[in-house]
């Protein structure tokens, strides 16, 4: 499959450590690419690689993965980070295709 | 700092062709990145289009590749895309960003890491 799920919501307490999964078969080959995205703006990467920020993202982002399931954890979650998380990567079948998860809205209580 | 900034019409009629360009600007086209369209439609996810080398050479979703072109002109450091026959399922905010492709050990690492503000085109009559 060159699909990507995502759990379409999940909600946190301020302060507390939420994970969020993206499942796919392509993710046994590849990393998984994590990206925020606010109303209104452009995506922006926080996670790449195996457990890389670019400049600029706090370090309270982490992502971890296992088998066909990859992770982004954020350890004491903060109001800004409420937002839209989508997970990329490409398809493993060869078709050159990329693929999104359908993204998982964060909600900070 | 790369910076991208796609430029084009905001209204495109039903059966028409929708044309947008992304200007690269603080590093080269040139470089050895691919470059994507991906677009969003409102309240919806984010959905790849496709993407070009410097080479000439592109990857289209196959959803879309019936309908999609993406170019290069490495002389004016830009890439376009044009997609046709468009109807009002193809309204949505369109990206361009730079993709970016790597190896560590026995894992492929794949991502966007410059991404344009976003242009949102409608179709419309």
């Known amino acids: 499959s060159s699909e990507l799920t995502q759990d379409p919501a999940v909600s946190v307490a301020l302060g507390q450590t939420v994970r969020i999964t993206c499942q796919g078969d392509?993710?046994?080959?590849?990393?998984a690419s994590w990206y925020q995205q606010k109303p209104g703006q452009a995506p922006v990467l926080v996670i790449y690689?195996?457990?890389n920020r670019p400049s600029g993202i706090p370090d309270r982002f982490s992502g971890s993965s296992s088998g066909n399931t990859a992770s982004l954890t954020i350890t004491g979650a903060q109001a800004e980070d409420e937002a839209d998380y989508y997970c990329?990567?490409?398809?493993?079948?060869?078709?050159?295709?990329?693929?999104f998860g359908g993204g998982t809205k964060l909600t900070v209580l | 700092q790369v910076q991208l900034q796609e430029s084009g019409p905001g209204l495109v009629k039903p059966s028409g062709t929708l044309s947008l360009t992304c200007a690269v600007s603080g590093g080269s086209i040139s470089s050895s990145n691919w470059w994507s369209w991906v677009r969003q439609p409102p309240g919806k996810g984010l959905e790849w289009i496709g993407e070009?080398?410097?080479?000439?050479?592109?990857n289209y979703n196959p959803s879309l590749k019936s309908r999609v072109t993406i170019s290069v002109d490495k002389s004016k450091n830009q890439f376009s895309l044009k997609l046709s026959s468009v109807t009002a399922a193809d309204t949505a905010v369109y990206y361009c960003?730079?993709?970016?492709?790597?190896?560590?050990?026995?894992?492929?690492?794949?991502?966007?890491?410059?991404w344009g503000q976003g242009t949102l085109v409608t179709v419309s009559s």
């Open positions: 070009i080398y410097h080479s000439g050479s592109t």
């Open positions: 960003a730079r993709d970016t492709y790597g190896r560590v050990e026995q894992w492929l690492e794949y991502y966007f890491d410059y």
């Open positions: 990329n990567s490409r398809d493993s079948s060869g078709n050159h295709r990329v693929v």
């Open positions: 690689g195996k457990n």
């Open positions: 392509s993710l046994r080959s590849y990393y």
